[in-house]
């Protein structure tokens, strides 16, 4: 992974991350979508996916960054962000397939 990215894609979400304390969970997604592809040539590294993670309102919960093979990649590229009760699905770009942030839980 180049480094360079990873630092930009981190400082961008630490400086978003002060921005709002009360954002709503598809607020949160967009901004983790956002990061994601500010940093895309990382593709879905799950480091680099946890400290986009870490970057979010200290509200916002970020879950299913998973590496199960142990490939040091995300496993299905989706992530569900929770915020008071409110959840975002991110669906992450790659794989020939475009991503979104939609409103409600991944399935």
Excluded: Y
């Excluded at 990061?35 to 590294?45: H, K, L, N, S, V």
């Excluded at 960054?65 to 008071?84: N, R, Y």
């Amino acid at each position: 992974m180049h480094s360079g990215l990873k630092v930009a894609a981190v400082l961008s979400a630490l400086l978003l991350a002060g921005c709002s304390s009360e954002a709503t969970a598809t607020e949160a997604g967009e901004q983790f979508f956002n990061d994601f592809q500010a940093a895309e040539a990382a593709g879905w590294d799950v480091e680099m996916l946890q400290s986009l993670a870490d970057g979010l309102p200290k509200s916002a919960t970020v879950t299913g960054i998973a590496d199960d093979d142990g490939d040091g990649l995300d496993d299905d590229g989706q992530v569900s962000v929770t915020e008071d009760g409110d959840w975002a699905c991110v669906i992450l770009p790659g794989e020939a397939r475009d991503g979104n942030v939609s409103s409600g839980a991944c399935s």
